[in-house]
């Protein structure tokens, strides 16, 4: 069994192992002709259930041949342009390539006894986040596994900030339409069940800063603590950025903390040509940014950055057996003082590669073109009769809805829309994701491949109006 572990005598079997992964990896993409091949659970649960996982093959080729059977043959292929649900991107192989290396390497970023470079590698990567928001210059931060982790600390340290023992008085302020793992970090915070204000958009599904005043001055008048703002810096439905500016002033007035959720909208930090749009986000005391959604980086990718290092004090303890206290006098950099994990993937890596063989602006190209997609998109959807689009896009979602020329009944051009995605998923010939807006059942397309085309566009929406008509057909058979 020895001859498994990786080490110095192993290299050879390392190289011919991975080799024949990637091979079989490279086969299924260049074969791939569709996002997803429709399996159901019923389907696929066999497979899997009938595997005997204390009965081992002891050979890799027949491991791998049974992960087509069980993996690879049906997986949603997020690489493949029809694939349109959710804020996953296409990978960039510079990243994929960071990938192999770190996990291969081991590394653990919590202490610097078990990374060295990586350590610096890391915080390298956090100063130049910095840097491109403009946190300015005592800003720090640490990667996290996803912007969930990385609301929640944003949130602790806002709490610890506070400085109030009476967690019932403390008061989060966030759209309508922000991402819920706000309120779940609400409750993990130990907060009471009211403690996130749900402030009202305006109509492209911005926060309403006039509502956010208002709730900020009834919140003050009725002895309760303001704890944070989360502005959204490109909501996860539409895209759509808060006014950061306006917001920020709000922050200032009240003595709030400002946290920016642009798990999704970080892309535009290295954008060529749409930066502007997010301008506002350097006034934050915090900020989520999702590598892993916008820098074409595979999962997991993320961060948590602050303007002020001191406050992630508030996530360090200290463990005679991995960070002693008198690390800190010796200067050496430990990162679990500022992470809420310990043992941790050295998933700066893969971002360190990508910036080093494409840079920046390699990566702000191609999230350029997935929003200039979206506006081509946004202009096919609302000149097409068939359809009713919700927004024009800040950023690469398209939220639509399929509505028949002769129905009007709305709960029937619901069950339609439903019909039309689940129909397209059991096809496998494209893959689109579903919101409600207003309390009616949507379509959604989040763009984040660069390889789709207007003219997928086109035909998925043709796909998706053929499905809609299909129901609505049979549905008229019904009833007859
Ligand atoms: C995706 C998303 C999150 C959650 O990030 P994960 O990486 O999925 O944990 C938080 N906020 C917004 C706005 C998002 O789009």
């Not at 005592?138 to 996803?146: I, K, N, Q, R």
């Not at 940014?289 to 602050?306: C, N």
């Not at 609302?382 to 639509?400: E, G, H, I, W, Y």
């Not at 059942?441 to 008509?469: M, R, S, W």
């Amino acid at each position: 069994m020895r001859s498994h572990l990786l080490n110095d005598t192993t290299a050879e079997q390392y190289r011919r192992s991975v080799t024949e992964g990637v091979e079989r990896v490279a086969a299924k993409l260049a074969t791939t002709g569709r996002p997803f091949t429709g399996v159901t659970v019923d389907a696929l649960s066999p497979r899997i259930d009938g595997i005997d996982l204390d009965e081992p093959l002891h050979d890799t080729t027949a491991a791998l041949d049974e992960l087509e059977d069980v993996y690879l043959r049906d997986a949603v292929y997020f690489h493949h342009p029809r694939y349109l649900a959710h804020l996953n991107c296409p990978v960039v192989i510079p990243a994929v390539l960071g990938e192999a290396v770190l996990s291969a390497v081991n590394s653990s970023l919590d202490t610097w006894d078990q990374s060295a470079g990586g350590t610096l590698i890391e915080r390298k990567l956090i100063d130049w986040t910095c840097a491109r928001i403009g946190l300015g210059p005592a800003a720090d931060g640490v990667f996290t596994s996803g912007g969930t982790q990385s609301n929640l600390q944003a949130l602790l340290l806002a709490r610890e900030e506070a400085k109030t023992e009476d967690f019932g008085s403390l008061r989060i302020f966030a759209s309508e339409v922000s991402h819920f793992s706000v309120k779940k970090s609400a409750k993990l915070l130990g907060l009471g069940p009211d403690a996130v204000v749900s402030v009202p958009v305006d109509r492209d599904k911005r926060m309403q800063t006039v509502a956010l005043a208002r709730e900020l001055e009834r919140c003050t008048k009725d002895g309760l603590v303001p704890m944070a703002v989360v502005a959204t810096g490109g909501t996860t439905d539409f895209g759509s950025i808060d006014p950061l500016p306006e917001i920020a002033g709000l922050c200032e007035q009240y003595g709030v903390w400002l946290h920016v959720d642009a798990a999704y909208g970080c892309g535009l930090l290295a954008s060529l040509k749409y930066r502007d749009r997010i301008t506002g986000i350097e006034r934050a005391d915090s900020v989520t940014v999702d590598y892993h959604k916008s820098f074409f980086q595979p999962v997991s990718s993320s961060a948590v950055l602050v303007r002020d290092a001191a406050t992630l004090r508030h996530a360090t303890y200290h463990a005679e057996y991995l960070n002693p206290r008198r690390m800190v006098q010796e200067r050496i950099p430990n990162q679990v003082d500022k992470s809420l994990q310990t043992t941790r993937r050295f998933d700066a890596l893969k971002l360190w590669m990508t910036l080093r063989v494409m840079g920046a602006d390699g990566i702000g190209e191609l999230f350029d073109e997935v929003c200039d997609l979206a506006a081509e998109g946004w202009r096919l959807l609302a000149a097409d009769p068939r359809f009713d689009v919700v927004v024009q896009p800040s950023l690469s979602t398209l939220v639509f809805r399929y509505i028949p020329a002769d129905v009007t009944d709305p709960a029937e051009i619901d069950r339609a829309n439903l019909y039309a995605r689940k129909a397209l998923f059991a096809s496998g010939d494209a893959v689109v994701a579903g919101t409600k807006v207003a309390g009616r059942h949507y379509l959604k397309f989040t763009l984040l491949n660069p390889e789709t085309t207007t003219a997928d566009i086109a035909a998925v929406l043709d796909l998706i109006a053929g499905h809609a008509e299909q129901y609505l057909g049979d549905s008229l058979d019904r009833a007859s």
